[in-house]
């Protein structure tokens, strides 16, 4: 797709990391212009070769629709300097530090990557006159929902300090909001995250070992690691172990685009072409203005044990397991009411368990 002279221009930071990587190659393939902010603290440099490689067609006739700035988003200056060099149209910021466990122990590190990371950027975005936001949030600010599938109106209850970083950006913003006038941010909860592009060039790459389940799982059967522990047999739901609602990442990235969409008004067909992927071509149903807040899930929830079973149904791998002890913070279940993301984007998950456990397997096996 070449690029149309008014072709809009977003901002993505934390860029070349797991979600921003697959938005990246999204925005580019519904005929955005997008400049990349990573400082590369979790992620390789090596990523945005490998976005140009899937992205090719789309960057062969305008190379410059793609830029990479290795920038940390705490710089304010730095990113002055980058707001200031060209007209930004919106931001998505992704970049952030995300493991619970890690978080206690570095807490004061995750509130100044998060919270004074979020704060520099809306500061740097405000003197250059960008109002369009879309932050990652996440499902942790339920805890322990009531009433399941939770909706975006559940209260907020978090139990560490990672989430509790999210919770303050998730107010900040608001306040941010409101406080400009005519600025619009979008919050969005994201539930849990798995599988990887179907290329199998850009997947989820933990340093050290994996606190999530499915690069744990994926480790194991590449044989990296002797088996999973399955953390809790005993909690109250159909087969004792915890459930989640697990998302494809393209279907995630695609609802940043959507939301993108939304929020500058483009109407459906505006970012459509007949060589993207008809599933691509959801557009948004109303212009988002001010504040939102939308849960980004399937609405299915599936056990550790469910994602295990179908991981080797998919694959034909073996997952060796140990029963192991609760882990800390846990909550029996959480999955998702994406209703309002419907309403608003005309969007919703559409890729199933057995194709996230395919990409997150084919990603594994590209790895040296
Ligand atoms: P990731 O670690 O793969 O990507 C984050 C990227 O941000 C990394 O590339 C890292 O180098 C970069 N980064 C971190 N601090 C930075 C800074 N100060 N300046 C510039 N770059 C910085 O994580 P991800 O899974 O892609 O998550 C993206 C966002 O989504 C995070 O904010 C995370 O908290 C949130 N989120 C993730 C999940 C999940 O399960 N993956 C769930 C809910 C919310
Ligand atoms: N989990 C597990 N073993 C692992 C990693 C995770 O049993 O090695 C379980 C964990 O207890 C939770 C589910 O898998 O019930 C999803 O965990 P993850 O950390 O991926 O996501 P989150 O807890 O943030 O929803």
Same mark, same amino acid.
């Given at each position: 797709m070449t690029t149309s002279p008014n072709c809009k221009t977003v901002l993505v930071t934390g860029a070349t990391g797991f979600i921003g990587s697959h938005t990246v190659v999204e925005l580019l393939e519904a005929g955005y212009r997008v400049r990349m902010v990573d400082n590369l603290c979790n992620s390789e440099a090596s990523v945005l070769e490998r976005i140009e490689r899937i992205a090719h067609e789309h960057l062969t006739h305008d190379p410059k629709r793609l830029g990479f700035w290795p920038v940390d988003v705490r710089d304010s200056q730095a990113l002055e300097a980058l707001l200031a060099s060209e007209p930004i149209d919106g931001v998505i910021h992704f970049a952030g530090l995300k493991a619970v466990g890690e978080s206690f122990s570095q807490a004061p590190n995750y509130w100044d990557n998060n919270v004074g990371g979020t704060m520099a950027l809306t500061q740097a975005m405000a003197k250059a006159h960008v109002k369009r936001l879309v932050f990652s949030s996440s499902a942790t600010v339920y805890g322990q929902a009531a009433s399941l599938p939770v909706s975006e109106d559940a209260p907020t209850q978090v139990t560490n300090p990672y989430g509790r970083t999210k919770l303050v950006c998730e107010q900040f913003l608001t306040d941010w909001c409101h406080a400009s006038g005519d600025g619009q941010v979008a919050l969005l909860r994201y539930f849990n +995250?798995?599988?990887?592009? +179907?290329?199998?060039?850009?997947?989820?790459?933990?340093?050290?070992? +994996?606190?999530?389940?499915m690069p744990f799982v994926t480790q194991v059967a590449a044989g990296i690691r002797p088996a999973l522990s399955i953390f809790g047999r005993d909690y109250p739901t159909r087969d004792g172990t915890c459930i989640r609602d697990y998302i494809h990442v393209s279907d995630l990235a695609r609802g940043h685009v959507a939301t993108m969409a939304a929020m500058l008004g483009l109407g459906p067909h505006a970012v459509t072409s007949p060589d993207i992927e008809p599933s691509t071509q959801n557009g948004p149903i109303q212009t988002l203005s001010g504040l939102t807040v939308m849960n980004f899930g399937t609405g299915q929830g599936v056990s550790v044990q469910e994602l295990v079973d179908t991981f080797e149904r998919v694959t034909g791998q073996r997952v060796p397991t140990l029963d192991a002890p609760r882990r800390q913070g846990d909550v029996a279940e959480l999955y998702a009411n994406p209703q309002r993301a419907h309403t608003l984007l005309n969007w919703r998950a559409t890729q199933t368990l057995e194709s996230m456990c395919r990409d997150a397997w084919a990603w594994q096996s590209s790895l040296p």
């Open positions: +995250p798995v599988g990887a592009h +179907p290329s199998a060039l850009i997947g989820e790459a933990p340093r050290g070992v +994996p606190n999530n389940l």
